[in-house]
């Protein structure tokens, strides 16, 4: 994780790209029997997204580590159908050698483009 960390700092300064776009999706329903099911859902947009710098591998390579682990990526009052940027925050660096060693993912909701 730590060479992921390394590519994100060092193309964040090179390249002013587009990130990877979302879609949100909120589905509420109760089931035949009687349950409440509530589920959120994240679509990417390839359209509206980086091609493929740097940074956005780095992104593709950590989110599953990140959906699969403790920490998932949080969204923050969730709308449906709004287009959110997965964006890296929370970085934390090594003491000794000053670089980045860990971070979280979040979902930051795009207001320019919503629809």
Not at 25 to 47: A, C, D, F
Request: net charge positive; aromatic share 14%; with cysteine.
């Amino acid at each position: 994780m730590k060479n992921e960390l390394s590519k994100f700092k060092e193309s964040k300064k090179k390249n002013k790209c587009k990130g990877r776009i979302f879609r949100a999706h909120v589905n509420r329903y109760l089931t035949k029997k009687g349950g409440y099911v509530y589920q959120e859902k994240m679509t990417p947009l390839k359209r509206m997204s980086c091609k493929g710098c740097d940074r956005c591998v780095v992104f593709d390579e950590c989110l599953p580590d990140f959906v699969y682990g403790d920490n998932p990526p949080f969204i923050k009052n969730i709308k449906d159908r709004a287009l959110y940027e997965l964006k890296v925050v929370d970085i934390s660096y090594d003491w000794e050698t000053g670089n980045a060693d860990d971070f979280n993912l979040e979902f930051v909701e795009l207001k320019d483009f919503n629809t």
